[in-house]
């Protein structure tokens, strides 16, 4: 599917805003404790502190990572996404189980370094996205045309701001339908994450009948 025909089927492309400044500012401010964590565990000063500090930088790579992912919809049904976040949430769990004495500081330094490069590598995956999202004047008593959606994964054919339909190509590529409202405009989005060239959107099979994608009579229960 080229743009140009998405747009000839009545679909405009929508501008997603650049979140990273936002995840990165946290995320920046996260790195000196755990350095701090690794220093106080070489050197032997201070290391009643080494949890304290450990946490700390946990807890500001989980803001880091929320804003990241907040800036699109979906994100977290990507597999390197979710799985860097729930190792970070994990993270601050670990630090406590270090205070406790159960587990070794050094697993714990470990065990957030590695969390925090998870996290790094899938803000990039978050950031780098070519951002190809598309979408089209709604009703929302308008139910979702299925019958022009071929091997989709249908959540509910009414309308919501939440994710109606989508379609997997691998873990961490795939395209979701959802609604979105702005003021009195009611819009359906077609938002594919994880493509980063507009050749391989080219190449990328949606399983849409596109002339048939249009408000209509569909009335077809979720």
């Known amino acids: 599917m080229d743009v140009r025909k998405m747009r000839q089927f009545g679909w405009r492309t929508v501008q997603i805003e650049n979140r990273a400044s936002k995840a990165l500012f946290p995320m920046a401010w996260g790195f000196l404790p755990l350095a701090f964590s690794w220093i106080m565990w070489f050197t032997g000063v201070s290391s009643e502190f080494i949890p304290w500090f450990g946490a700390t930088s946990m807890f500001l790579m989980l803001i880091g990572g929320l804003a990241g992912v907040s800036s699109r919809v979906g994100t977290l049904n990507a597999s390197k996404v979710g799985v860097a976040l729930v190792s970070i949430c994990f993270g601050v769990m ?129």
């Open 94 to 222: 670990v630090w406590a189980l270090v205070a406790q004495g159960t587990v070794g500081v050094l697993f714990g330094l470990l065990y957030s370094s590695v969390s925090i490069y998870l996290l790094v590598k899938a803000l990039d995956f978050i950031f780098k996205d070519a951002g190809y999202v598309f979408e089209m004047d709604w009703d929302v008593k308008e139910k979702l045309p299925v019958d022009a959606l071929n091997d989709w994964d249908i959540k509910t054919t009414r309308f919501s701001q939440t994710c109606m339909a989508t379609k997997r190509f691998n873990g961490n590529q795939f395209v979701q339908i959802y609604g979105a409202v702005d003021g009195n405009s009611v819009f359906l989005r077609f938002d594919l994450f994880g493509c980063q060239s507009r050749e391989e959107f080219k190449n990328l099979n949606f399983g849409i009948e596109w002339p048939e994608f249009k408000l209509g009579d569909t009335t077809q229960e979720e």
